[in-house]
């Protein structure tokens, strides 16, 4: 990280442009909702889908294992519903929102890495029918998650 901050501000002073450093890196996207347990939530009508953030999966490490619920199964806002494996440590997932499962992404059972380089499309993990839209009020935006995690990282 220092040898490629190091080179972008030599290539940034060459080309005379100014670089800031940011302790947050993650991909944070505008359209999403955010839990402080670092999963994020695409609301679309009534349903809703969702996964852990760039940020999480950063943390985690490779991502070996996804622990995937049945379709059918209820899922309560703040609570576990399964669990991300990595080559670092085994983590819970939380439900952003509550509901009931609708389908899962079997691609994660087969290829699990899919959570590392594609968190936000290719590796979204469930998608529910959402029992209480309103819930999704009491998440983060892109904006507050950002700062969520610079304040977190800062911590640490």
Known sequence: MACRLLWASRVASHLRISVTQRGFSSVVLKD??????HEWVKIDGNKATFGITDHAQDHLG???????????????????????ESVKATSDINSPVSGTVVEV??????????????????????????????????LMDSDKYSKFCEEEDAKH
């Open 62 to 84: 490779d991502v070996v294992y996804v622990e995937l619920p049945d379709v059918g199964h209820s899922v309560s806002q703040g609570k576990s519903f399964g669990a991300v």
């Open 32 to 37: 999403l909702k955010y839990a402080d347990s």
């Open 105 to 138: 992404n079997e691609e994660l059972t087969e290829s699990p890495g899919l959570v590392n380089s594609s968190p936000y499309e290719q590796g979204w993990i469930i998608k529910v029918e959402l029992s209480d839209a309103g819930e999704a009020e009491k």
